[in-house]
């Protein structure tokens, strides 16, 4: 059974820094496209930053800059490195996995992140 474990989040003050991790467990995990997305109250949820399975990776334009995502294979294991946070970066961060190779998809249960003095 596919899980996906998110950690990391908290209250931050404005300015400061927040790694988030996403464990995957029952997963081929390098054989998945990997993505962190987040939602605020009352809002969508979006799109913050993804990485292939080669390792390429793509941002929201509103975290260029600020936050890196990444991967270790042999970890099962994705991070999102989050710097200058800023108030409108406060809301649930979710792990995604989109599997390759059929349209397979998973979810974590998110981790919240609060920016504020």
């Known amino acids: 059974q596919a899980q996906l474990a998110e950690s990391g989040g908290g209250l931050v003050q404005p300015g400061g820094s927040l790694r988030l991790s996403c464990v995957a467990s029952?997963?081929?995990?390098?054989?998945?496209?990997m993505a962190w997305y987040r939602q605020a109250p009352g809002k969508q949820r979006e799109l913050v930053a993804t990485i292939n399975i080669g390792d390429n990776t793509n941002y929201a334009d509103s975290v260029k800059g600020r936050f890196t995502i990444s991967r270790d294979n042999a970890k099962n294991t994705v991070y999102l490195q989050m710097n200058s946070l800023k108030p409108e970066d406060m809301g649930v961060y979710y792990c995604?996995?989109?599997?390759?190779?059929?349209?397979?998809?998973?979810w974590g249960q998110g981790t919240q992140v609060t920016v504020s003095s």
């Open positions: 029952g997963i081929t995990f390098r054989n998945y496209v």
């Open positions: 995604n996995a989109d599997y390759t190779l059929a349209p397979l998809h998973y």
